[in-house]
Nanobody, 122 residues
Framework: QVQLVDSGGGLVQAGGSLRLSCAAS????????MGWYRQAPGKQRELVAT???????NYDDSVKGRFTISRDNAKNTVYLQMNSLKPEDTAVYYC????????????????WGQGTQVTVSS
């Protein structure tokens, strides 16, 4: 079993910055990718950014140039630096990890953090 603990959300004014963190713990062989999704009230959960163990990144167009995802493989931790925040970034942000438990049986499982609230005031 794998646990994801995400943190770092809060209330910030438009134009401000926040940094989210998510640490994975438990027994597993590898995690690939890790990333962040978000869900605003009344909307579906959507991709924000993902990063592979090799450092390849993928961003939603709405956050390109403002958000930066990074990863510390030794700590099984993923970060999301959010700059130039806008009111439309307000949502609950969820850490995501696709876990490979063992290389012998190549079946992956998706895990989610508990979510951290990000609120951007105008």
């Amino acid at each position: 079993q794998v646990q994801l603990v995400d943190s770092g959300g809060g209330l910030v004014q438009a134009g401000g910055s926040l940094r989210l963190s998510c640490a994975a713990s438990g027994r597993f062989f590898s995690i690939n990718p890790m990333g962040w999704y978000r869900q605003a009230p009344g909307k579906q959960r959507e991709l924000v950014a993902t990063i592979t163990s090799g450092g390849s990144t993928n961003y939603d167009d709405s956050v390109k140039g403002r958000f930066t995802i990074s990863r510390d493989n030794a700590k099984n931790t993923v970060y999301l630096q959010m700059n130039s925040l806008k009111p439309e970034d307000t949502a609950v942000y969820y850490c995501y990890a696709r876990v490979l438990a063992t290389p012998i049986a190549p079946r992956t499982t998706d895990y989610w953090g508990q979510g951290t609230q990000v609120t951007v005031s105008s």
